[in-house]
């Protein structure tokens, strides 16, 4: 089967949006939780400080003992303890004492403010005092950075280190978050080979493979990959093993007319596929089915149009699946030079973005060429009906840095 | 040891950058090379194609032998063989045939074009051809994506997905990149705990720990994370293993000057300490010493005091430890509100910067309030000298997305 009116570019989001995400939640040790989706709200536990304690290295006393000193009449202090950062006192201070504290010690009962070290001078077991200090001061209160029962993060929230300390901070041990999607690759074809420099006739090296293990990580996921001879039998079980078995699934090759291309027709008997042949270029064969709920984005073999098929249609559904609502992020750019683009297709062009000028420049190359990807830091996207842009022109880009999530 | 005299912040960086760099190399398989740096230059092995080949489903022919074609006098061929992408004819093509030939097969002996399915019909073994085609027409030349021999990635990119798809097409199956650096991380004090909702008296939870663990990740490094108790003996052997193990070392709390800091006297017992004491806000009590060339980045023990050391001191370093050169990325804003800063200091102020308006405004806690960082998007900077920023006036911006490499 191959559709040979191409589904417009809109209507192909439509269907794969449709489909609900679909990974579960898992409790992890908090210490792995960098650059993972939170799957639960963070009540703060207990009260941080949980008690008043020192903002400084210095001094706890009564603000009322110290009200009156000044230059030129200091107050003295008797030094009766010294308390460092986890020791607690169980002294109680009384007018004309002081206790040494170390920054983060609990204030010793009775006193209530800090005076620092460095303005106070210390002699024979007294300082000296020349001005007077608020009730409070230097002292952080228990919970004015975090109150108990408070709300501070929200689900959905992809965890950064310091999240990781606040949340630490609110008392939790671990968390819970989304898995990370587990993803099957099947790569068809049977001319691909693993890298060498002994390629016999009519091998090539299988690249993909390696491409789609890296977007896949990016994507906050797991790739699991085979590769698969284009052969119906071992096709068919490799197919109906990884939809049970994974989130999603992702073939390349095979999605074209032409001899041992099997897998559209494969999806299609086992579950069913809305989508088969795309107006988008490069990557018009692309193909999308659905067996026993799970996904199954059919990408073609060459890389170049993997890599746009994968950024275009696969990446953002991916993300969905541990509650990433990402969209593109279009900018718009001067093209450098006239650009040609099909005006039935949703064109995908791979450019160069000049953030001092914001001009762009189409990358010239054949359709094939796998290196332009590392020459060019954009796509122009051309939708259809836009036909030529003319140099000076304006049109819309996406950055490849801002397809990842970072 | 303190330097009463605090060292400023210029000073600062140009003490740590002399430090050489001092990661080793280490062979890995291409397909965990996503996100590394590489370490050697990449010389295509083999030319890609490796063979003239089909770029299209269609009908290999040889151009002469269609150039009268037309509509009014088609040329028909009779297709002598049909051949899918892995597969290779021996046949050698003669005038009056056609090969039916799937995208990346190798051309048969004697054709020189290819004609897209679409453009012929196809009845009774024979095909009719109404247009002609130019020789070479939708066929992917020998080398024409990579040349052997050429270079086509220097040493110290980092790697990408689409990296790891062209340098395996140019034939390599294994990569030297840089090795990650190891971090030891030794957290002191006696009041740190794990995250509980059960504090004793004068506990208090371990969140640098975490926080750690995630920025050291974000540097591209591996943490490897200890907590000692302020006991002198154990913090010795501590750092004396940790220096042996790793490729830096960081430290958090012990720097200031209270009962039980002991870790910038050991350090300089055990080696040296060029630095105690930096003119910066927060951060002010940072040191930095050199035990047998291993660094040793001694951080606060109070996590907002932590979090500007690591970003303006150590992460850019340990990004350099494996050839990454990453300079601060400073954007100039526009004050939102009247803004304080210490003429005397280099104030890293957390702050909101709107991408929209290009405002920014401070986040108004107190100095210890961690959780601030999870309401901030930016630092201000505002080096010494500043004093006060006006509303509406401009300052310097470090976006915390741009501190990270991704």
Redesign the interface.
């Known amino acids: 089967m191959y559709h040979k009116n191409l589904l417009n570019v809109q209507k192909t989001f439509e269907i794969i949006q449709k489909l609900e995400w679909n990974t579960k939640k898992e409790l992890i040790n ?2 792995n ?3 993972r989706v939170l799957a639960q709200e963070i009540e703060v ?2 009260d ?4 008043n304690r020192s ?1 400084m ?1 210095g001094y706890a006393v009564i603000a009322d003992d110290v009200s009156k000193a000044s230059e030129t009449e200091p107050r003295y202090l008797k030094v009766v303890e ?7 006192s169980n002294h109680v201070i009384e007018f004309g004492q002081a206790i ?7 204030m010793p009962m009775g006193s209530d403010a800090v005076i620092m ?1 460095e303005n106070v001078e210390y002699e024979g077991g007294k300082i000296k005092i020349v001005s007077p200090v608020n009730s409070n001061n230097d002292v ?1 209160l228990k919970g ?3 109150k108990k029962g408070e709300l ?2 929200s689900d959905d929230q992809i965890l ?14 671990e968390i819970e978050v989304y898995k990370k999607p587990q993803i099957g690759v099947i790569i068809t ?4 080979v ?4 002994k ?1 016999t ?15 896949i ?2 994507s906050m996921a797991v790739a699991h990959i085979q590769q698969c001879s ?1 052969d119906s039998k071992q096709l068919i079980l490799a197919v109906e093993e990884a939809v049970d078995k994974y989130d999603a699934v992702i073939t390349t ?1 095979g999605t ?6 099997l897998i559209v027709d494969i999806v299609e008997d086992l579950g069913n596929v809305p989508i088969h042949g795309v107006s988008i270029k490069p990557g018009k064969p692309f193909g999308f089915g659905i067996i026993k709920q799970t996904p199954v984005f059919m990408l073609s ?3 170049v149009a993997v ?1 746009v098929q994968y950024d275009i249609f696969v990446r953002n559904h991916i993300l969905k699946m541990q509650k990433i609502n990402k969209k593109f992020n279009f900018i718009t750019a001067i093209a450098g030079e006239n650009i040609r683009s099909s005006p039935d297709k949703y064109n995908v062009i791979r450019a160069n973005f000049k953030d001092d000028t914001g001009v762009v420049y189409p990358i010239r190359t ?6 332009s ?2 020459l060019s830091n954009c796509y122009i996207i051309a939708e259809e009906g836009t036909g030529k842009i003319k140099k000076h022109g304006k049109c819309n880009i996406l950055k490849y ?1 801002t397809l ?1 999530i ?1």
Chains 1, 2 share one sequence.
């Open positions: 908090l210490q939780g960098n650059s536990k207990i941080v400080p949980p008690f903002a290295d010294e308390i460092g950062a986890g020791d607690v040494k504290i170390a920054t983060g010690a609990k070290e952080a004015e950075d975090l501070i993060i950064g280190p310091h999240h990781l300390s606040v949340i630490a901070s609110a008392g939790y041990n074809g049977n001319e691909l693993e890298p060498s420099t390629l006739p009519g091998k090539i090296i299988n690249s993909n493979k390696f491409a789609l293990k890296g977007v990580e990016d284009d090759g074209a007319i032409s001899k041992g291309d073999g060459y890389p890599a054949k359709a094939g060429i796998n290196k990807i590392l840095n990842k970072c």
